[in-house]
Every structure is written in structure tokens, then in C-alpha cells.
């Protein structure tokens, strides 16, 4: 009987007392950890109070990065090793997320998936795919993996936004555009911003376009 791979990582949630409506699980990079990511959460809560924050460090520790995860090797950026990694890691974030929706009384509808580059992929992947709609996407200098036939799994169609900066070494602005038509071949409804000047990271200008998208949650 093989077990799927539980995560852990830090998460912040509404003070004692209050009303938690909103779940938004932060996905993040190649090579980096949960910490990462969880401090974008004093800017996020500006638009979504009662909401809890997790970071989850992925499931598995990445060579060469000291204290850093993977969501999956990644020597290329070629489709195959891309759609294999997503795959695999795919049933492990699926069930993160039905433990902490559990944990917290919430339902799909109160989901919001983030994250950044590898966590992008993960996030725009499972997604798309809960049983039922959840509320957003947002991903910062990400891509999309795209499987034979991957419309015919799709069964949430939430609103997806896109942050890529137009400097991205690592990720060519392109993988953000080829996403983008991709998404809306499905049905998805889904807004990019390029950021100017940025690279693989995220820019000021960026975060208030999240904070804009997430405000609409």
C-alpha cells in the first residue's frame, strides 16, 4: 500500500477569535523553502484578513541547496522532464490540500493556489484540476505543464493570473504568454501583468497586481 508524502512548513493564520473564510497555500520555487514565500503574507493580508496563509516546503530536498525543496528534479526546462516531476508531485499537493481545507472546515470554493515558478507549475496543475472550482490562481514566473489531452482532466476553471517579469533568465516570458493561451483555450479566464526590468523574482509592481487580484477573492 504505498502513502502519499505529507508537507509541512510555516503558515499564518487570523488572529484568536476571528472568522477564517479563506485558505491561500503559497507554492514555492526550485530550490527554496516555505520561508520563502511566507513573506509575502503581511502584504496579502492588506486585501484578505481572515484568511490562513501556508507555505508548505516541498516534498523533496533539493541537491546542492542547503535548507532548499523540489517539487520535482529539474536539470531542463524540456516538456518531458517538466510533465514527469508535475505528475509525480501532483497527488502530494492534491492531498495537502484536502488535509488543510479538512483542518479548517473550508471548502474549494474558499481556495486560493499561489506560487512561484516550480510552485507555479504545481499550483496552475492541481488547480485545474480539484474535483470542484476553487476560487484563484495567482503565479508569479511560472509555466504551464501541458500532458496529451490535458483538457479533458480540466474540472475547475477558476480566474488565473499571471506576474512574469520581462528580464526572467530562468524562465523566458514566453512560458508566460504560451500559459496564457493555453488557459484561455480551456475556458480560463486569466489576466497577465510583465513586470519591467525584473527578473526571476517578484517586482514591486507585481505584488500590487496580486494584491488587486486577490482583493477580487
Not at 490562481?137 to 496529451?148: K, N
Amino acid at each position: 500500500m504505498s502513502t502519499v508524502t505529507t508537507l509541512s512548513g510555516p503558515r499564518v493564520e487570523p488572529p484568536a477569535g476571528e472568522k477564517i473564510e479563506k485558505l491561500v497555500i503559497l507554492s514555492h520555487g526550485y530550490g527554496s523553502n516555505g520561508y520563502d514565500l511566507i513573506g509575502l503574507v503581511p502584504h496579502l493580508q492588506r486585501v484578505m484578513p481572515n484568511t490562513v496563509f501556508i507555505s508548505p516546503n516541498a516534498p523533496e530536498a533539493c541537491p546542492g541547496a542547503p535548507m532548499g525543496y523540489q517539487w520535482f528534479s529539474l536539470s531542463s526546462l524540456s516538456r518531458e522532464e517538466r510533465l514527469e516531476g508535475t505528475l509525480k508531485a501532483a497527488p502530494v499537493l492534491h492531498n495537502f490540500i484536502d488535509q488543510e481545507l479538512d483542518r479548517y472546515g473550508l471548502e474549494e470554493k474558499d481556495l486560493v493556489l499561489s506560487g512561484f515558478s516550480q510552485g507555479t507549475m504545481m499550483s496552475l496543475h492541481v488547480g485545474l484540476r480539484r474535483k470542484n472550482p476553487i476560487a484563484g490562481i495567482l503565479g508569479f514566473s511560472g509555466a504551464m505543464t501541458l500532458p496529451d489531452n490535458w483538457q479533458q482532466e480540466v474540472t475547475s476553471r477558476p480566474p488565473v493570473m499571471l506576474i512574469h517579469g520581462d528580464q526572467d533568465d530562468v524562465l523566458p516570458l514566453q512560458m508566460m504568454h504560451d500559459a496564457k493561451e493555453a488557459l484561455q483555450s480551456a475556458g480560463v479566464e486569466v489576466t497577465t501583468h510583465v513586470s519591467p526590468g525584473i527578473t526571476h523574482s517578484i517586482g514591486a509592481d507585481g505584488l500590487q497586481k496580486a494584491l488587486e487580484f486577490l482583493q477580487k477573492m
